[in-house]
């Protein structure tokens, strides 16, 4: 099973928005929403911000967002923060013995 | 708080084994799942499978199976990862994560390095 598609990179000035995309076929995403995003700062495990396509966990600013249509699961950051600086991953829990990650997303905030 | 705690580095050569172990704390241990997954220098995330704490049920991601068995101590609320017949390519960061039926993973640990010479 391939990595979900996600651009390399992606660069925002601060107060800007910007969206990150997490591209698959349809049985990637397996009909399901269990798609999770993570944030990985250097040297430092993953956060979870994102959980079932759009769900914030608890204390995760409101600035993140998720949404999905399709075969496309997105986050939109806003109000972009030079600590937002970070790689992103997107998750898809296809079934119980598949998950699949994105490639990853280093975002730059400029 | 809620934190995971794992072992330290661990340095092993290629067709050895290698046990990383993950204590919980802060949570009913049993309530969750706890999930592995590991990254390679440089490269991304790759998740290897998960284990229900309270019933001990596993299932492990296809690049994995046969080599690597996920076990948990109730009674010490600690999770362990066994990978076998360890590679070169098997040098990555190893993270434990808590979950439920593998739709998030919520809290990480700090990570364990595993180096295959």
């Known amino acids: 099973q391939s990595a979900l598609t996600q651009p390399a990179s992606v660069s925002g000035s601060p107060g800007q928005s910007i969206t990150i995309s997490c591209s698959g076929s349809g049985s990637d995403f397996g009909g399901s929403n269990s798609v999770s995003w993570y944030q990985q700062h250097p040297g430092i495990a993953p956060k979870l911000i994102i959980s079932?396509?759009?769900n914030r966990p608890s204390g995760v600013s409101s600035r993140f967002s998720g949404s999905k249509s399709g075969n496309t699961a997105s986050l939109t950051i806003s109000g972009l923060q030079t600590e937002d600086e970070a790689h992103y991953y997107c998750a898809s829990s296809v079934t119980t013995s598949l998950v699949i990650f994105g490639g990853g997303t280093r975002l730059t905030v400029l | 708080q809620v934190q995971l705690v794992q072992s330290g580095s661990e340095v092993k050569k290629s067709g050895a084994s290698v046990k990383v172990s993950c204590k919980a704390s802060?949570?009913?241990?049993?309530?969750?799942?706890i999930n592995w997954v590991r990254q390679a220098p440089g490269q991304g995330l790759e998740w290897m499978g998960w284990i229900a704490a309270d019933s001990g049920r596993t299932d492990y991601a296809q690049n994995f199976e046969g080599r690597v068995t996920l076990t948990t101590q109730r009674s010490t609320t600690t999770a362990y990862m066994e990978l076998k017949n360890l590679k070169s390519d098997d040098t990555a960061i190893y993270y434990c994560?808590?979950?439920?039926?593998?739709?998030?993973?919520?809290?990480w640990g700090q990570g364990t390095q595993v180096t295959v010479s």
């Open positions: 079932d396509v759009y």
């Open positions: 994560a808590r979950g439920w039926r593998v739709k998030w993973f919520d809290v």
């Open positions: 802060g949570y009913i241990f049993t309530n969750y799942d």
